[in-house]
């Protein structure tokens, strides 16, 4: 007789080495208000050469923002030049020629952007430097572009950053919004960054746990756009291949995650006075949810902000909701 076929186990999920960072810092992700409006400034500084000064909590993604107007207002291969001022020595003689002179970060940014993130730690005798080169009058031949997470005026009044430079640098000052500002454009975010470590790290996981969305949707993200890409950076080298990337995966200790009972039942947003009737009765906690959902969109002629704000939560809590069960569909 025929001998029966042996099974093939299939092999194993091997991590592959990961691909280069592929963020793509030259994009703003989101359509909330806050962000339109810095996106807007920027767009309007973009066809200037005055100075611009980016001014946000860290994390709130001030070089995304510089790029982005370096990209809208250069010439495709000007060179776009990140300075890491806290990194140049105060007493370094190489790190005094490193910013300006020959072969210096300023003749490499020559026709196109200079880029000095955290200024307020540029060493005093570069910010001479600097406020010497832009009082000139003359082009210094580079866009230059700030950033700072402190008050320029408190350090000029402790004596940290010099006066005359820091009137200089305010010519366009831009704020890039803190991420618990713009919720809204939360969904939209970790789709991105999602799919950037999916691809990153070559990792086929699944989608984020509906749990763990409404966590994320919930907290306060106090590191902002960097901390929500590590979070999910880590969900997904923490998830099994194939799976779903969930809570366990992302908060694991460094975070405390957002108690959603208690946040869900103050918002009396979805509370159902007669759900554990319904739900003995045969119902689900799921079709009460549908109903409270369906219903204030249809009272609000199918307005997500309108429907959200009838309901007691954020948009992108009910955007998520409405997409989970498919509302607009039906």
Known sequence: GLEPRKKTKAAPWTPPRSVPDARDKEELIGSS?????????????????QPVLLVGEPGTGKEHFARYLHRLGSPPDAPFVPVYCSALAQDDSTGETALFGKDSLAEQARGGTLFLNDVTTLPGRMQAQLALRLQSGKDPGFRLI??????????????????????????????????????????????????????????????????????????????????????????????????PVDISHVFTGAETPPDLSSRIRATGGLHHPNAL??????????????????????????????????????????????????????
Do not use: W
């Open 277 to 330: 009737a319904d739900v003995q009765s045969g119902r689900s906690l799921r079709d009460i949810e549908i109903e409270a959902l369906s219903a204030a969109l249809e009272a609000c002629d199918g307005n997500i902000s309108a429907a959200a704000r009838h309901l007691g939560m954020t948009r992108a809590r009910l955007d998520y909701r409405v997409r989970k069960f498919g509302l607009l569909a039906r």
């Open 146 to 243: 700030s950033a700072t997470g402190t008050n320029l005026s408190e350090a000029v009044a402790e004596g940290r950053f010099r006066a005359d430079l820091h009137f200089r640098l305010t010519v366009l000052p831009i704020q890039t919004p803190p991420l618990r500002k713009r919720r809204g454009d939360l969904p939209a975010l970790i789709d991105h960054f999602l799919a950037l470590h999916r691809t990153r790290h070559r990792k086929p996981v699944g989608d984020i746990a509906p749990g763990l969305y409404d966590m994320l949707l919930q907290y306060d993200f106090p590191g902002n756009l960097f901390e929500l890409s590590n979070m999910i950076e880590r969900g997904v080298i923490y998830a099994e291949p194939g799976g």
């Open 33 to 49: 208000p806050e962000l339109l409006k810095a996106r807007r400034l920027v767009e309007k500084a973009a066809v200037v050469r």
